[in-house]
T-cell receptor, first 117, second 115 residues
Framework: GAGVSQSPRYKVAKRGQDVALRCDPI?????LFWYQQALGQGPEFLTY????????KSGLPSDRFFAERPEGSVSTLKIQRTQQEDSAVYLC???????????????FGPGTRLTVL | SQQGEEDPQALSIQEGENATMNCSYK?????LQWYRQNSGRGLVHLIL?????REKHSGRLRVTLDTSKKSSSLLITASRAADTASYFC???????????????FGTGTRLTVIP
């Protein structure tokens, strides 16, 4: 089946512009995560949804970052008034809980590379 | 701040050789996972090892976990040029009832396999 998809793959924004990044998770996956990956670093957690509920947004770096998942499927990460330090790859992952193994494996999308000029 | 640290930061080997990467982490974990990331692509899950396991195999991959030392290692045997990628360890502390936990990633090891 289809994996996690993200769009756009690349986004260039001028400082101060608003951007919206989309994530289409694997069908049926309850959990959805957003991560930010700076150049040369590992991904860092931003926020987590269970269905439409945003259960954890502790990783969002500022109130300019906003995420939603209104129908419990597609999610959008919005960044308002972008700054140069927002330049990074934004990764989306979805997962489901496997009661047999008591684990959940996160499946990642290809990411959106955001460059703020 | 990130949970784990990989060592070495970069590794270059000849095709056919084995590659070993290490990961250290800071807090108690529920499980530890290894991911691969090719240039310009997303993360691909390789293997998960639970906190009560000490070793796990999957094809050419062997993972060990030492919770007393808060460390893990990933061994790739008989490496291939296609194994060239960045490798990350990721830990989760376990949030319990939902079973879904955000991951804490290390800084990664950049592996280059020379044909």
């Amino acid at each position: 089946g289809a994996g996690v998809s993200q769009s756009p793959r690349y986004k260039v924004a001028k400082r101060g512009q608003d951007v919206a990044l989309r994530c289409d998770p694997i069908s049926g996956h309850v959990s959805l995560f957003w991560y930010q990956q700076a150049l040369g670093q590992g991904p860092e957690f931003l926020t987590y949804f269970q269905n439409e509920a945003q259960l954890d947004k502790s990783g969002l770096p500022s109130d300019r970052f906003f995420a939603e998942r209104p129908e419990g499927s597609v999610s959008t990460l919005k960044i308002q008034r972008t700054q140069q330090e927002d330049s990074a790859v934004y990764l989306c992952a979805s997962s489901f809980w496997d009661p047999v193994t008591s684990t959940d494996t996160q499946y990642f999308g290809p990411g959106t590379r955001l460059t703020v000029l | 701040s990130q949970q784990g640290e990989e060592d070495p930061q970069a590794l270059s080997i000849q095709e056919g050789e084995n590659a070993t990467m290490n990961c250290s982490y800071k807090t108690s974990i529920n499980n530890l996972q290894w991911y691969r990331q090719n240039s310009g692509r997303g993360l691909v899950h390789l293997i998960l090892i639970r906190s009560n396991e000490r070793e796990k195999h999957s094809g050419r991959l062997r993972v060990t976990l030492d919770t007393s030392k808060k460390s893990s290692s990933l061994l790739i045997t008989a490496s291939r040029a296609a194994d060239t990628a960045s490798y990350f360890c990721a830990t989760d502390a376990g949030f319990g009832q939902t079973g879904a936990n955000n991951l804490f990633f290390g800084t990664g090891t950049r592996l280059t396999v020379i044909p």
